[in-house]
Nanobody, 111 residues
Framework: QVQLVESGGGLVQPGGSLRLSCAASGSFFSRNAVGWFRQAPGKQRELVAGFTADNTNYADSVKGRFTISRDIAKNTVYLQMNSLKPEDTGVYYC??????WGQGTQVTVTS
């Protein structure tokens, strides 16, 4: 059984940084597609960044500010978020192919 556990969310001022972590058990990030989604209040869940077998994808709104990475030895995926904006506020979820989700971690960007 796959379990995904996110951590690293919090409250940060605009322009600040956070690093989210997603630790997996029962799955292998090295060979399966994995990504970070977010859901803002009143909005649909959207892809923020993700790995597939062939490439890395970012939402246009986060390109140049967010970086997804993985530590295969730790079976952990990270999302480094820099230059945060209030519109980045939301619950961030880790996803693993085909349909595994973490519990989510809240990110709030406010002054």
């Amino acid at each position: 059984q796959v379990q995904l556990v996110e951590s690293g969310g919090g409250l940060v001022q605009p322009g600040g940084s956070l690093r989210l972590s997603c630790a997996a058990s029962g799955s292998f990030f090295s060979r399966n597609a994995v990504g970070w989604f977010r859901q803002a209040p009143g909005k649909q869940r959207e892809l923020v960044a993700g790995f597939t077998a062939d490439n890395t994808n970012y939402a246009d709104s986060v390109k140049g500010r967010f970086t997804i990475s993985r530590d295969i030895a730790k079976n952990t995926v990270y999302l480094q978020m820099n230059s945060l904006k209030p519109e980045d506020t939301g619950v961030y979820y880790c996803w693993n192919f085909p349909n595994y989700w973490g519990q989510g971690t809240q990110v709030t960007v406010t002054s």
